[in-house]
């Protein structure tokens, strides 16, 4: 699919619903403000009269596409099979950037997509103590400002290494992404990990941002750009399937290798769960299923299948979609005070199930959950992280 979709594509995937309604209950953004501008026949509707010139651009109708977290649990629902997702990236890209888009953090700056440098600040942050002060900066900041939130977010602990791939023959390559290349740099390596007890080899990739932000907040320049830089490291890896630990990068991969087959490590690992031994944990955990890993990925029956292996594990889910958690890429940035109302909604059975872990397999999600108020009472980890810890005999 192009990155810019002409009007008359936009027009043509408004055609394609037939606004039966059946969209509605797997809406997160309907869920929270019942608004039929806020479900995806009412932004399928806006779409179409933008491109079509019979609404302006103003800043209302901005607005509801805006909101939009791009879950895509509507085109899962959809029995016309409405491409959702091409058609609002089509209009986003058709509308350019959001007005809220913070510029320093994802523009001038780009610092969430310059992975050295967020790298470079994240250790300096870690060895003055960053989480204790920033903290209490945070509080003098205007509540649900990008940096507040941005503040918010920051782990306490140094960032780790990257892994390394194998030298030679890897069938497989590791796409390490940006923010995930330099907080979940434990998980990628847990991937290699399991990977290897598999009998893969992995080659990992240079690390950089796969243009997933700018695709969805129609930088259309910026998406192609980062479009091209995969297409050129995966050409120069000389594997044969690609590989994510973060969901949320899957789709955006998947558009710009459209003939390679981009995958979640998990799928791989269940296949030939056979070959991998576990310790026994006895923990109860509840899991946390990203948008991305549920719509995009389809790799939730993969994870449960080697959770399941390990002994004594006590395994929770957490109810499905629509109870997204909001973080939605840069979406927890433009729209903190949204985002952290959905958050709160998806957070509020943990009472209930009490883990003493709470497991997410995408980056965003993790760091927008521990940051809610009652996230104290558990540490969240990437399901790869605890698997490859329980590993019996590890290469």
């Known amino acids: 699919m192009a990155l810019e979709q002409p009007p008359t594509r936009i027009s043509e995937l408004a055609d394609q619903c037939v606004q039966c309604g059946l969209c509605l209950p797997a809406c997160p953004t309907y869920a ?4 039929e501008s806020e479900s995806p026949r009412g932004r399928i509707a806006i779409a179409a009269a933008l491109a079509r010139g019979a609404a302006e651009p103003t800043a209302e109708l901005r607005a509801h596409l805006d909101h939009c977290l791009g879950c895509l649990s509507c085109q899962r629902a959809c029995p016309a099979e409405v491409r959702y997702d091409e058609l609002l990236i089509g209009t986003r890209a058709l509308l350019g950037p959001a007005p809220q888009r913070p510029r320093l953090l994802l523009g001038l700056l780009g610092l969430l997509q310059r992975p050295r440098l967020l790298r470079a600040l994240r250790r300096i942050g870690a060895a003055l103590g960053a989480t204790r002060w920033s903290r209490a900066l945070a ?10 939130t ?3 977010l920051l782990p306490a602990t140094s960032p780790l290494p990257l892994p390394r791939g194998d030298a030679a023959g890897a069938e497989l390559a590791l796409f390490p992404g940006c923010v995930a290349s330099v907080e979940d740099a434990e998980a990628q390596q847990a991937a290699l990990t399991l990977l290897r007890a598999a009998g893969y080899r992995i080659h990992v990739l240079p690390a950089f941002c796969c243009g997933a932000m700018d695709l969805h907040g129609g930088e259309t320049a910026g998406a192609e750009q980062a479009a091209r830089r995969v297409r050129q490291a995966w050409e120069a890896s000389g594997a044969t399937r690609l590989l994510s630990v973060t969901s949320g990068c899957l789709g955006t991969l998947r558009q710009a290798l459209p003939n390679v087959p981009v995958l979640d490590p998990l799928t791989l690992l269940a296949e030939r769960a056979e070959r991998l031994r576990f310790r026994p944990l006895p923990l109860r955990v509840a899991v946390h299923l990203p948008c991305t890993q549920a719509n995009v990925a389809r790799s939730e029956t993969a994870m449960l299948k080697l959770l399941h292996r390990v002994p004594q594990l006590e395994v929770a889910s957490l109810p499905r979609p629509p109870s997204c958690c909001g973080a939605a890429g840069s979406h927890l940035l433009e729209f903190p005070e949204r985002a952290a109302q ?10 209930a199930l009490a883990p003493a872990r709470l497991l997410s397999s995408n980056i965003g999600c993790r ?6 108020d009652d996230a104290k009472h558990w540490t969240t980890q990437h399901p790869l992280s605890l698997l490859a810890q329980q590993l019996e005999d590890r290469p």
Do not use: F, T, V
């Open 32 to 35: 929270l403000d019942r608004s």
């Open 139 to 148: 509080r003098h900041l205007p509540p649900y400002s990008p940096w507040r």
């Open 150 to 152: 941005a503040l918010g």
């Open 342 to 351: 959905l958050r709160e909604a998806a957070l509020q059975p943990l009472a």
């Open 367 to 372: 760091l927008h959950l521990a940051a809610g």
